[in-house]
């Protein structure tokens, strides 16, 4: 008889935590360049991924998937700017004849497939998108969320250029919410993430200015480790991950904001790829790191 390990818990994986365009710079190698990518999976169910940034084109190859059986994995999108579209192209499971994609999003399906399309058009990309082997099927997350398996998933409404959606999980065994790209400021929007966030194991946040930067980029919407925390505390999370680091955030500066992040929310850390998190009964929103694969 086969064994089959079954896996416990919810399992978070950072595979793209930079934002706005991936870096390849020395000096933040350690946080790491790829843009937003974050594989979450329960037990042994199919793999959910948020976002599909460069990280996906990593998280592709590192897929253990069995030859000739067929797998489904879900993306959910936040929005469409590049940063979080740019890795699709570079997933092979797209031109598998074996995958389905179950593609999520915010907007009617119509105009989820046209963008994705899109950005694989002539003269952008050699291949359509339309002639990729793969099955996609596009569902837009209604106001009450749906559910992935044994994952119920709630859109977040975020304030950002063109709009942008985030997501909480919640699994039988830890929640997690994404909180990128958004610009705090606008009490009402802040309200309901605060809310959406609520008790969650952990939050991921958008991160990408500092506090004296910010005044500079108003508008861009793109929010800061201090507002990161505020709502941390506020909404009484386990964990804070801060999330779509500049692309002109060094290792050295990434380490100084961390250290002022966590005198005013102990359980901050910086998402970095290939950085694990295990939600799991007992453990909490721990962290064990290392180069296990989804
Ligand atoms: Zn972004
Ligand atoms: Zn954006």
Request: glycine fraction near 10%; hydrophobic fraction near 35%.
């Amino acid at each position: 008889m086969e064994h089959v390990e079954v896996r416990p818990g919810l399992r978070i994986q950072f595979w793209g935590v930079r934002g706005s365009t991936p870096t390849a710079d020395e000096d933040k190698i350690g946080i790491g360049g790829n843009t937003p990518c974050i594989a979450v999976q329960y037990a042994n169910e199919p793999l959910v991924i948020i976002d599909a940034g460069t990280g996906l084109r990593c998280l592709g190859q590192h897929l253990n998937t069995p030859e000739h059986e067929s797998v489904r994995v879900s993306i959910l999108f936040s929005h469409f700017h590049w940063d979080h579209i740019q890795g699709l192209p570079f997933f092979p499971l797209l031109y598998s004849e074996r995958a389905q994609l179950d593609l999520y999003s915010g907007v009617p399906v119509d105009a989820l497939r046209e963008t994705l399309e899109g950005q694989m058009k002539e003269p952008y990309f050699p291949v359509p998108f339309a002639a990729a082997q793969s099955r996609r099927v596009y569902i837009q997350v209604q106001a009450q969320g749906c559910e992935i398996g044994s994952l119920s998933v709630l859109p977040v409404k975020l304030n950002h250029p063109s709009g942008a959606t985030g997501y909480r999980i919640n699994s039988p065994e830890g929640s997690i919410i994404y909180v990128s790209d958004h610009e705090h400021g606008r009490t009402e929007i802040d309200d309901r993430i605060a809310n959406d966030a609520s008790g969650s194991d952990l939050m991921v946040y958008d991160a990408h200015f500092t506090p004296d930067e910010y005044p500079q980029f108003k508008g861009w919407g793109h929010s800061t480790w201090l507002e990161a925390t505020k709502l941390a505390n506020r909404a009484g999370v386990g964990r804070l991950l801060l999330f779509h680091h500049s692309p002109s955030r060094t290792d050295t500066a990434a380490q100084l904001l961390l250290a002022q992040a966590r005198h005013e929310f102990s359980s901050t850390d910086l998402a970095r790829e290939n950085h694990e998190i295990s939600l799991a009964p007992g453990i909490g929103a721990g962290a064990s790191e290392g180069a296990s694969i989804v």
